[in-house]
Each structure stands twice: as structure tokens, then as C-alpha cells.
């Protein structure tokens, strides 16, 4: 960038010359030059507040084993210190523009944090942005660091954070679909394999059955966020630790700590945990599978209230918009049908990240921004749909009682219930009636003396359809 010296700019140089920078803003030359160089998509640092609070607990802690060490003086540590506390409660957010999207491993985006925490440090000393002398991006912010130990460690740590965000919408989300399983707890209707009928359940079994899946990936989530509290500072450049004091890598693990009252922990092996982003593909897989659930349960939603009268009909979702310019009264499933595409960009997210990840050389993963970037949004867009999906479709659904009530005593398959008591001959021959005469059953069952009409009406009560149990009745004739 070439402008001439004037009021509003401040000269800073860096290997490549000299840029004018802004006075009005806390980032510096290599920020600048990041910004030049990646016009790449509309997503930047700024975007992900949990990911710049990262960077700023990544800094804080080196700065804390960098004054432990004797390697900055009181004044600095306390400035940067002060100055990551600032980003760390959600200040100079708007000072981190960079596209999450580079190249570089990352270095615009660890220069971009060491320059707007050295600039404000030295407004905190007393001294004017760009007069390094005083507190170096580099030499002071940077000490002990590389963009390749310091920049995943920031990912790792905004991650684990934003997990905590994201299961928190994601349990919200859980009890409501509880709240309907106990809404709809009295309501028989037809079970279904490969869209067929099968047996008889209840409504709020099947909306239970939806809730235990989801819970079950809490722990999942939780899994994959702890393998991201292993972390390699210390190893600066490719693992080898050069220009990283003597216990400086066990010192900034304790600060970190420290700073997050998380159990963030030192790689056994500095040289493989440099190059090695599975961590980070173990996240997006715990966020696939999430989504793999949701997605099915979303089309099930959509299956479920089809029709509404020339489909299955069993429940009603809201209504949130009119579904059609040309066909008047059309009604759509729109936040289910928003939903599963919402899994599918998850999906898709997790396929670049482990791409990404087995495109490591040597001693570096030079494609940790798309794995960042692709992580950091899969939690956004699944806590917005979380949220939409809960709030503009499942509080809101209703049962049609009387067509799962009638579709329960008109399926065929109900004489599986009727097997274990007349069994699976007698059982085969009522189907084959059932289909070829239109009679329910029911009424099979009674019609041929097989069973008494009281006997059928233990053997169907819906209570005795849903669950395992034991009858002590014969059948009075075999077929």
C-alpha cells in the first residue's frame, strides 16, 4: 500500500517495506498486509468472538510464563496483560478484520492478535501505537511463539469455549423434544420400517426416542472437546522448541490453565502434535454426527405431518409461511426442510476438515484456517438452527389423535402383536386376508373363532402393544 505521509497514518516496515497504517486502528503492518493479500470470503476474525478471546487467553498465558522467566519487564507484562483482558471481555473486536480464510498457516491471523495487544499495551505505557521499541508484536507479544504453536492452540481453546455455547442451545433443544414425548404419551399410533407399517407405539415414544438419540451426543461433543485442551506451545517453529526458554512450554500450559479453569494440557510429542490437526477432525466428526441425527429427525417431521390429507398425517407442524406462488392454500415444512440443509453444510464442512487435515507436509498443516473456519461455523449455523427449529416448529406441533387412532385399528400390521399368541401361520393367514378382502384384523380374528372378542381387546390394548408382555391366552382354532 503506497500512500504519502500524512495526518491520520502512522509509518510501520516490516521485511517486505514500509506500509501506512491508520492511526485509528490497533492492528499493524502484517495485518495490512493480510488484509491486501486475502479478499478471500465474508468471514472474518471478528465473526467468531470465541476464537479472538483464544487468541487473547493464548497470549495472556505465554505472557504470563514470558514475565515468570525474566523475559519481559513489569511494565510490559502488565500492559499486555491488560490488553488481552480487554479482548478477552469482548473489547477491540472490530480490531480483528483478517479473512479466517489465508494463507500462511495462520500468520496473519497471529500477527493481527500480537500487533492490536502490542499497539494497546502501549497506549496503556504512555506511548504511541507503532513505537515498538517500547513492546514488540514480536520480540515481546510473540516471545517464546510461533504462528505454528500459538495459532492452533488459539483454535483449540475457541472451540472448546464455543462447545460450552453450543451444547447449551443443544440441550434446550433436547427438552423440548422431551416435552412433547411426555405430551404425547397416550397417543398409539403406527410404528414404521423402511416406510412400511410395522407395530404399534406411541406418539411419545417416537418424540423420546428423538430426544435419547440427541442426549446421547452430548458426550460425544464433550469427548472431542477435551482431545482439543492437548495443545503444543512451547514447540514454536516445528517442535523442536528453538527460541522458547527452558520450561517455558510447562509454565504457559499452567497459565492456560489457569486463565480457563479448563484441563489444558502439553503434548506428550511437540514434533507430531505440530503437524497433527485430528483433533480438530475429531470435532467436526462429533458435529457430523449430530447432524446426521438431526437430519434424519428433521425428515422424519417432514414424512410424519405429509398430507395433510393425502399423506401420513400423524402430526401438524406450524404453519409458517404460505408454501407455494401458484398453489393456494399449500402449506410447506420449511424450518425442517432449513434444518436438514443446515446438516448437510455441517456435513459438508467435515469433508473440507479432513481434507484439510491429511493435506499436512512435513512438519506443518499449512490448511488449519479452513479447518478453523469450517468448525467455528458448523457451531454458529447449528446454534442458529437449534434455535429455529425449537422455537418456529417443535413447540409448536400437534397430534391428529383420531387418524393415528384409526390407522393403528385398520393396519395389517398389528397382527404381529397376535403372534406370539395364535403364531406366525396363523398370523401370515389373517395378513393375507387383511390385504385380499380390505377387513381389518380385528375383525378377521373374531369373524374366524380364532380368538374371542375379549381376548383380541387384551391382545390389542394399546398398552399391551407398546412394551414386552406376557399373556395366558391359546388360540381356540388354527387355520
Not at 460425544?220 to 506451545?233: P, R, T, Y
Not at 395378513?431 to 391382545?459: C, F, M, P, R, W
Request: charged share 25%; hydrophobic share 40%; with cysteine.
Amino acid at each position: 500500500m503506497e500512500k504519502k505521509e500524512c495526518s491520520g497514518f502512522r509509518k510501520e516496515s516490516d521485511l517486505l517495506g514500509t506500509v501506512y497504517v491508520p492511526d485509528d486502528v490497533l492492528y499493524g503492518v502484517q495485518t495490512m498486509r493480510g488484509l491486501e493479500n486475502f479478499e478471500i470470503s465474508k468471514f472474518r476474525l471478528c465473526d467468531y468472538p470465541l476464537f479472538v478471546k483464544g487468541l487473547a487467553i493464548t497470549k495472556l498465558g505465554a505472557a504470563m510464563a514470558n514475565y515468570e522467566l525474566g523475559l519481559l519487564t513489569e511494565e510490559q507484562y502488565s500492559a499486555i496483560s491488560q490488553a488481552c483482558r480487554e479482548i478477552m471481555d469482548g473489547k477491540w473486536l472490530d480490531q480483528f478484520p483478517v479473512d479466517m480464510i489465508q494463507g500462511g498457516a495462520g500468520t496473519s491471523t497471529n500477527m493481527n492478535a500480537n500487533e492490536v495487544i502490542a499497539n494497546r499495551a502501549l497506549e496503556i505505557m504512555g506511548h504511541k501505537r507503532g513505537e515498538y521499541k517500547y513492546c514488540s508484536p514480536n520480540d515481546q507479544v510473540n516471545c517464546s511463539q510461533s504462528t505454528n504453536d500459538a495459532y492452533p492452540t488459539a483454535i483449540h481453546i475457541g472451540l472448546a469455549l464455543d462447545n460450552e455455547r453450543l451444547k447449551k442451545h443443544f440441550k434446550i433443544l433436547i427438552e423440548s423434544f422431551r416435552k412433547k414425548g411426555e405430551e404425547f404419551k397416550s397417543v398409539v399410533k403406527i410404528g414404521r420400517t423402511q416406510l412400511e407399517d410395522a407395530v404399534p407405539m406411541t406418539l411419545g415414544q417416537e418424540f423420546n426416542g428423538y430426544a435419547s438419540a440427541l442426549e446421547d451426543e452430548l458426550k460425544h461433543l464433550d469427548e472431542a472437546a477435551d482431545d482439543l485442551l492437548v495443545v503444543n506451545m512451547g514447540a514454536t517453529a516445528i517442535g523442536t522448541g528453538i527460541c522458547a526458554e527452558p520450561g517455558y512450554a510447562e509454565k504457559c500450559v499452567a497459565a492456560l490453565r489457569e486463565i480457563t479453569g479448563m484441563n489444558v494440557r502439553l503434548a506428550p510429542d511437540l514434533i507430531g502434535a505440530t503437524w497433527d490437526t485430528s483433533s480438530m477432525v475429531g470435532y467436526s466428526s462429533a458435529l457430523k454426527r449430530l447432524a446426521t441425527k438431526l437430519s434424519k429427525i428433521c425428515n422424519d417431521l417432514r414424512i410424519l405431518a405429509s398430507g395433510p390429507r393425502c399423506g401420513l398425517g400423524d402430526i401438524n407442524l406450524p404453519a409458517r409461511q404460505p408454501g407455494s406462488s401458484i398453489m393456494p392454500g399449500k402449506v410447506n415444512p420449511v424450518i425442517p426442510e432449513v434444518m436438514t440443509q443446515i446438516c448437510y453444510k455441517v456435513i459438508g464442512n467435515d469433508v473440507c476438515v479432513s481434507m484439510a487435515s491429511e493435506a499436512a507436509q512435513m512438519e506443518l498443516n499449512a490448511m488449519e484456517p479452513i479447518t478453523a473456519q469450517c468448525n467455528f461455523e458448523s457451531i454458529d449455523i447449528l446454534i442458529n438452527g437449534f434455535e429455529t427449529l425449537r422455537k418456529n416448529c417443535v413447540e409448536g406441533i400437534t397430534v391428529n389423535e383420531k387418524k393415528c387412532h384409526d390407522d393403528v385399528y385398520n393396519s395389517i400390521s398389528v397382527v404381529t402383536a397376535l403372534n406370539p399368541v395364535i403364531g406366525y401361520k396363523n398370523s401370515t393367514e389373517i395378513a393375507k386376508l387383511a390385504q385380499n378382502t380390505g377387513k381389518s384384523v380385528y375383525q378377521l380374528v373374531h369373524e374366524l373363532g380364532v380368538l374371542t372378542k375379549k381376548e383380541l381387546d387384551i391382545i390389542l390394548a394399546p398398552e399391551n402393544m407398546i412394551k414386552p408382555v406376557k399373556l395366558d391366552i391359546k388360540p381356540r382354532k388354527t387355520l
